[in-house]
Every structure is written in structure tokens, then in C-alpha cells.
């Protein structure tokens, strides 16, 4: 916005080249966008080099194409950023090789017939852009591209030499599936691209590329089937990306934090995935996604609350198997978020709903603990969420271990030094173990988060004060979309035919229709009646 600012204000009065040692950074983006290249070699080296800072990664080599000295040729890359190899093969040597002295015809070789030599026959690289404002230049260079430059011409061919060590494709190390694909997204957007190219063979696999962030300028592409998709989703999510001003986007995240539909609420609207089967499977029911470059985790919308509670393999095994495992996600989900405010709540208030021999062993635990249930249950809460936290920050080797020996240790001294109950340390640690439960951890960290006001409100106001919490999250989970859909469909609104991929899975040959609440377009998905018929002998 400043910068827009700027150039309304005072950006077309003032084109000359500012003080890059004292300017600031609107005055040089300004200056940037304003300036077109000379054809001056000199002048174009001088420029960049001033435009990077001297930057002592920033190559350059000036030659002479065919053997006319007179057409001189300027090269430009940065070095750790280009495959050398693809550099010297499908640009250098072309060009050093390129002695013929018939090479131009009759014509002299000025430089409108040099570049046009350089860019139809010499440049052996598919990728060759054109580019005539200095700020693009300095883009493409910054990008990892070789712009080639021609004495003369006020222009310059970028050359896509792109090379730089990367992950290699390997397992999604937060989804982790029994059966199904090993593969997961890296940090390479042009990868994650590839791999949904291998997954949904259709050209019309549409991709679109946006580009976000003043500095960074990162690129990030919406994916989605074209006839399959609603224009309607596809027109908002393009519409929230591009009003996104910012200097830099470094990961999905900030993405998502600038076009999310409910920005207070704890509950995640915006799918996160880093499996490639995963986000083919939403694009085949209409689904859009979202690939930001740097970063593994694709964005899929629209997202419904039985999304979170879904893991690739439930469509991979069977489809008893897969129901009963995702019933148990959503009665993990319920444990997690209620079980320690309803043990705070009956303890303290309600201690006659429990059987007399249960209520008798807690409450000889219980006898000589200094502290309230709430306080214990806050207390082993908050324990548990720093022990957690430190098992992720840990190195890998040692993480796991620490979080276990720690759990275990601070479990056993809490219950020896008299300050909490065992029945309170197990109730935890089944809360905890719910949690885990869970395959999408932006939903978990959710309950993690609600946990504490449900046990102040247990203890503060008994099983009333749960009911009332809980109560507020069902209505607020009604009031959410997820970019137009209720967040808590095919429940509420109920919509029974889309129940059979909800709570449940039904088997793959009854789920013949897609969502109907996703999209309307092209509703059917498979031919009906393909369930199995086994061969009758005779």
C-alpha cells in the first residue's frame, strides 16, 4: 500500500536513480519498476551489479558471438542458483562454437540479427523468456535464471538453467500412512506440480500462477479441474490471493492467515496436506488447491470439519476397517477436548453420578493432595503441552525419548510428592493418547487450545459449565464456511446422501456421486451398480 502510495505521489515525478546506500526501500522498488534497459552493455552490467549490491555471487561474462568482434554478448546469473551443467551445454557452448561467418546471411550482424539468431536457433534450452524492464531482469535473475544480453537491444532472453540442491521426494514425515503412496510434497513447487500430474493425467488439470510478496515475490499456484471445480471457488480463491500486500510469503501459513473465511476462531477452515494423494483425491470432488514455492504443505479448499478427521489409507483398506477407524477418530476427538473438564466437573460437583467403590479409590488418592481437581488438572495439562512441545523442538534422536522419560518421571514424582492423583495422571494421559489420534495436526493443536477453558469452566460451574462450553463450540463450529460451505456439513446442514463418505465410509462402488455441497458440476462420478458379482459355476 505505501509503495503503491509512493508511486501516485511522488514516484512519477522523480525518476531519477536514487542513493541505493541511503534509499529506502520504496524509493528503490519505485525507481525499479520505472526503468527500462538501454541496450549499452556496460551500462546493463553497471546497473545489476549496483541493483544487487556487488554481490560477489552475481556472475557475469561479456563475449563475442561468430567472428565479427563487433556483436558483443553479455551472460548473467547468480552462481549457486543455475545447473552449470544445463549452462554450459545448452548456452555457452552453443554460442562459443558459433564461428561460421555465414552464420548471419548477407546481413551484418547488428543486434536485432544477433538476438534473433540467439533466441530461435542458438539457445538450446526449451524455457527462453523475453524481457524488456529492468525489474523483470533483476526477477529472472533472482529466480535462478541466465539472461543473455545483446549490444544494442534493449531487451534480454532469459534462460531457464534453474539448479540448486534440493530435498529429495520422500515420506511425509506428519502424515504417515500403513498403505498407500511414500510420497510427499517438497519445497520445489514445479515438483508438487509434477506430481499431480502423475496422479490426474487430464490436461484439464488447470494450474494458475499468482505472484505474492513485494521482496520475496513468491510464487503460488491454485490448482483445480476445469468443469469439475466451481468457477465460483475457483474466482474467490484467485480474487483473496491477489488482494494479499505484503513484503514476503515464506510458507503456506501466511497464506492461509490472509484468505481464511473465520480468522478468531481456533478451528483450522483451510486443509493442510503434504501428501500429493491426498490433495488429487479433493481436486477430483471439486476441490481447489493451493501450491505456495518453499514449502511442502498444499492448501485445499474448500474444507469441512469430517476432512480433519480423514487419513489417506481410510480408502485404501477395506471399508469396514476404514469406518470403524474413523469412528474412533471422532470418539478420540471428543476424549481429547472433554475428558479432563468432565473428571474436574464430577470430582467437584457431582460426585454422586459416580459408582461408590470408584468414588471411595479417588477419593483416598485424592486424600492428602493440597490442591484442588481444577488446579492438578491445569497443572498436569500445562505439563503435558510443554513436554510435548519440547519432544518436537528436540533433535530427532532424542526427542521422543525425552518426551516419554519426562512424561514418565514427572507422572510418577507429581504422584509420590502428594501433589496430584493417579486417577487425574491417567485421565491425562488417556486425553493425551486421544489426541494423538487425530491425522491433521492444525485440528489437534485446536483441542489442545480449548482444553484449558472447558477445565475452568468445569471447575468453576460443574457439568453445567461443560454443557455450556461445549454447547459454544457446537454453535460456533454451525456459524463457520469454509469459502460458502458449512463447515460442519453433510451434518448440519444434514444432507443424508453425503453421509456415505462422512462418519462413515460406505464402500467405493456405492459412492458414485461427489459432494453435492462442493460442487454441482458433473454431480456423478462413476457408473452405478459396479458392485462385485462373483462367477456363478455351473
Sequence with gaps: MIRKLWRKIGGKRNRRQPDFGNASFSELQDYLEAERLTGDLNDTVGRIREAFGNSPDLTYRQMSLGVNPRVQILLIHLDGMVDTIFLTEGVLRPILEETSPHSFGDEEPEGEIAYQLLKQRLIQISAVQEADRFEKVLEYIGRGYAVLFVQGVPRGLACEVRGWAERDISEPGTEVSIRGSRQGFVENRRVNTSMLRRQIVSPLLWLEEL??????????????????AEEGVVKEVRSRIQSIEVDSVLESGYIEEYIEDAPYSPFPTMLRTERPDKVAAALLEGKVAIITDGTPFVLVVPATFSNFLVAAEDYYERYLTGSFIRFLRLVAFFISLALPSTYVAITTFHQEMLPTPLILSIAAQREGVPLVAIIEALFLEFSFELLREAGIRLPKVIGPAISI???????????????????????VAATAIASFISPIYSMAISVHLLRFPLILLAGSLGLFGVIMGLSAILIHLSSLRSFGVPYLEPISPVIFPEWKDALIRLPLWM???????????EHIRQDPGQKPQPSKED
Design 211 to 228: 505472484q505474492v510478496g513485494a521482496v520475496t515475490k513468491t510464487t503460488v499456484t491454485i490448482a483445480y479441474i476445469k468443469g469439475i
Design 511 to 521: 459412492m458414485d456421486t461427489r459432494p453435492e455441497s462442493i460442487t454441482k458440476r
Design 405 to 427: 522419560v519426562g512424561a514418565l518421571i514427572l507422572g510418577e514424582a507429581a504422584v509420590r510428592a502428594g501433589l496430584v492423583s493417579s486417577a487425574l495422571v491417567i485421565v
